[in-house]
Nanobody
Framework: QVQLVESGGGSAQGGGSLRLSCVAS????????MGWFRQAPGKEREFVAVVSWGNGRTSLVDSVKGRFTISRDNAKNTVYLQMNNLKPEDTAVYYCAAAPFGGLSTTALHYPYWGQGTQVTVSS
């Protein structure tokens, strides 16, 4: 059973930066597709970024391209989401997710393992 623990959320002003971390236990990061999703109040959970296992390919939603970067450290079983030039519309609870596949799924239903979420609040 894979367990995921996020950290690094908090408050930032518009234009600022935050880095989220997700530590996986019960599995190894390089054998899992790892994704980040977010959910704002009153909205559905949406895909943000994913890094595949194996060759570490990445995919990001258009609204964060050029601002966010997803990466992983296999030695630390950790995946990161570096968020730069934050905007108020980035405010949400961010969730780390994992799945035992090698692709780049953007669909939440494909991920059986989820962290508890970490709040990110961006003020204008």
């Amino acid at each position: 059973q894979v367990q995921l623990v996020e950290s690094g959320g908090g408050s930032a002003q518009g234009g600022g930066s935050l880095r989220l971390s997700c530590v996986a236990s019960g599995g190894t990061v390089n054998e899992l597709g790892m994704g980040w999703f977010r959910q704002a109040p009153g909205k559905e959970r949406e895909f943000v970024a994913v890094v595949s296992w194996g060759n570490g390919r990445t995919s990001l939603v258009d609204s964060v391209k050029g601002r966010f970067t997803i990466s992983r450290d296999n030695a630390k079983n950790t995946v990161y989401l570096q968020m730069n030039n934050l905007k108020p519309e980035d405010t949400a609870v961010y969730y780390c997710a994992a799945a035992p596949f090698g692709g780049l799924s953007t669909t939440a239903l494909h991920y059986p393992y989820w962290g508890q979420g970490t709040q990110v609040t961006v003020s204008s």
